[in-house]
């Protein structure tokens, strides 16, 4: 960052910041991410003419979207994923389009718009399959059948989540395993205590092999289970 300041170049400067940004995001630090995302993007906006400085304000936006996302302030949110689609839209890159559907669909998931949630994930889910984009395929799955599970439509979340764990387990994408079975174990539940107890355990198994901070949570919960 030093070298960059040094030398004006105010490019990898802003590339640098949202780095080290993405850092603090991963880490849960969402006011020292957010203050060097809004660095990063006011360098870019100041370039807006160049097609390179554009494309990088339009990943600023977004991951200024998922901070605003990961403190629950689903407005602000909103927002900056859509500023930040809209860019890449005027840019005709559509291989970046399928995560906004699917972060404005999981606002609409939290806010009980169930329909309009179905809308943008099913838009992110043709797009991901147009590009044979196997690896976001297998989260796109878990991720429908998780909406399909809070409207009561277990048959459509089962599909999905099964969809995403033969997916996972071909192309070996483990977290994404992980937490489909978790999902279809919580799923099956309330109709098939073997079926659950056999995804579950293998869920626990994943989750304690693969040491994520971010799923502290649901590896408690699956130690605590008999």
């Known amino acids: 960052l030093k070298v960059c300041e040094k030398y004006k170049d105010k490019y990898n400067e802003a590339l640098v910041l949202r780095k080290i ?30 097609p390179s400085f554009r494309y990088n304000l339009a990943c600023d936006y977004f991951d200024i ?10 407005v602000s949110a909103e927002k900056f994923y859509r500023k930040s689609l809209k860019i890449f839209s005027q840019l005709k890159i559509k291989s970046e389009l399928s995560d ?17 949630a179905t809308q943008f994930y099913l838009k992110g889910l043709a797009l991901d399959e147009k590009q044979e984009n196997f690896f976001s395929l297998a989260t796109d799955y878990d991720m429908l059948g998780e909406l399909y599970l809070d409207m009561g439509e277990n048959n459509q979340a089962e599909k999905y989540f099964l969809k995403a ?17 978790y999902n279809i174990g919580n799923l099956y539940m309330q109709i098939d205590e073997e079926k659950a107890s ?18 502290d949570k649901i590896k408690r919960e699956l130690q605590e289970l008999n």
Not at 35 to 49: C, D, M, Q, W
Not at 198 to 215: F, G, T
Request: with cysteine; hydrophobic share 40%; aromatic share 16%.
């Open 198 to 215: 056999r995804y579950l355990k293998k869920a626990k198994e994943i989750y304690l092999m693969l040491e994520l901070p971010q799923d």
């Open 100 to 116: 906004y559907y699917f972060n404005l669909g999981e606002i609409s998931r939290f806010k009980k718009e169930f329909h309009k």
């Open 21 to 50: 940004g993405v850092w603090y995001l991963d880490n849960f630090q969402y006011d020292k991410a957010l203050e060097l995302f809004l660095k990063s993007s006011e360098i870019n906006r100041e370039h807006t003419h160049s």
């Open 165 to 181: 764990i033969a997916l996972a387990e071909r192309i070996h994408l483990l977290p994404a395993l992980a937490s489909a079975c």
């Open 65 to 74: 979207g998922l901070v605003f996302e990961n403190k629950d302030d689903y």
